[in-house]
T-cell receptor, first 113, second 110 residues
Framework: NAGVTQTPKFQVLKTGQSMTLQCAQD?????MSWYRQDPGMGLRLIHY???????DQGEVPNGYNVSRSTTEDFPLRLLSAAPSQTSVYFC????????????FGPGTRLTVT | AQSVTQLDSHVSVSEGTPVLLRCNYS??????LFWYVQHPNKGLQLLLK??????LVKGINGFEAEFKKSETSFHLTKPSAHMSDAAEYFC????????FGTGTRLQVTL
């Protein structure tokens, strides 16, 4: 199993550009989520999904969109990048009944200039 | 409402000495508690979990944590630090949702 994979590993954007961070898992997990990690703030939940076709907002959803057309994939879209979105982004997945036991991807380091 | 507080942002120990990373929590419900570890440039990995069974929980790599309801604490310990333990550690509480602490960076020196 590859587990949770994320692409790209690094990305630099200019203010106003859009892009999609990719996330895929091969463990047939129902639950998937996106977090951002900023110094001194721990991880904050952006969006999550409890299954294909179902998504919901987390703690900091503004400026981001998600969709879940398949169980495996959960892309995160930045609509119009802002410097405040400079962060490290983690995708995670888990079985629906055990959302606390999450498997994390290696992260995407995004810089917005 | 729920919250988690990691009392130290940075802890430095010598190799072979004990490790103590402190975590306090608050929750309106009986929580589940977890510790995750993040090695440099890696994603987070579950270290151990407490889900209302035994209050002393053993995890991977010799770590353990004790749930103390009266003190609302869930401190992470290890009897003898190893260089490979150098990482960032996150305490996490789950009642109605997952809430991550701000992290404790563990430095291990020779």
């Amino acid at each position: 199993n590859a587990g949770v994979t994320q692409t790209p590993k690094f990305q630099v954007l200019k203010t106003g550009q859009s892009m999609t961070l990719q996330c895929a898992q091969d463990m047939n997990h129902e639950y998937m989520s996106w977090y951002r990690q900023d110094p001194g703030m721990g991880l904050r939940l952006i969006h999550y999904s409890v299954g294909a076709g179902i998504t919901d907002q987390g703690e900091v959803p503004n400026g981001y969109n998600v969709s879940r057309s398949t169980t495996e994939d959960f892309p995160l879209r930045l609509l119009s990048a802002a410097p405040s979105q400079t962060s490290v982004y983690f995708c995670a997945s888990s079985y629906g009944g055990q959302i606390y036991e999450q498997y994390f991807g290696p992260g995407t380091r995004l810089t917005v200039t | 409402a729920q919250s988690v507080t990691q009392l130290d942002s940075h802890v430095s120990v010598s190799e072979g000495t004990p490790v103590l990373l402190r975590c306090n929590y608050s929750s309106s419900y009986s929580p589940s508690l977890f510790w995750y570890v993040q090695h440099p440039n890696k994603g987070l990995q579950l270290l151990l979990k407490y889900t209302s069974a035994a209050t002393l929980v053993k995890g991977i790599n010799g770590f353990e944590a004790e749930f103390k309801k009266s003190e609302t604490s869930f401190h992470l310990t290890k009897p003898s630090a190893h260089m490979s333990d150098a990482a960032e550690y996150f305490c996490v509480v789950h009642a109605s949702k997952l809430t991550f602490g701000t992290g404790t960076r563990l430095q291990v020196t020779l």
